[in-house]
């Protein structure tokens, strides 16, 4: 079973940046591929972000390309997402997501294939 630690949410100024962390525990997330998704206020879950298990990809969905970034330092088993010139749009809660050791491949949009999940972070981008 993997637990996750998350941190760096907040309130943001649009033009503003956040990183969101999210710290697992219960297995090594080396050969597992990687996601954020984010859900806002009377919207469905979406997808922001994915990445494959040797670093490939990554992926993202239109409306963050070019100002967020997912990465992961397995030394320190962390999944991360740079938020860059966030705007109130972006508002939401976000979510990391980890597939199981040996699915390394990913898939932006298929989030059945992420079977373990973090409990959210709120990100606020309000002026």
């Known amino acids: 079973q993997l637990q996750f630690v998350e941190s760096g949410g907040g309130l943001v100024k649009p033009g503003g940046s956040l990183r969101l962390s999210c710290a697992a525990s219960g297995f090594s997330l080396d050969t597992s591929a990687i996601a954020w998704f984010r859900q806002a206020p009377g919207r469905v879950r979406e997808a922001v972000s994915c990445a494959n298990s040797g670093g490939g990809g990554p992926h993202y969905e239109g409306a963050v390309e070019g100002r967020f970034t997912i990465s992961r330092d397995n030394a320190k088993n962390t999944v991360y997402l740079q938020m860059d010139s966030l705007k109130p749009e972006d508002t939401a809660v976000y979510y990391c997501?980890?597939?199981?050791?040996?699915?390394?491949?990913?898939?932006?949009?298929?989030?059945?294939?992420?079977?373990?999940w973090g409990q959210g972070i709120q990100v606020t981008v309000s002026s």
């Open positions: 997501a980890v597939a199981s050791p040996g699915r390394g491949l990913c898939v932006l949009r298929w989030a059945e294939l992420y079977d373990y």
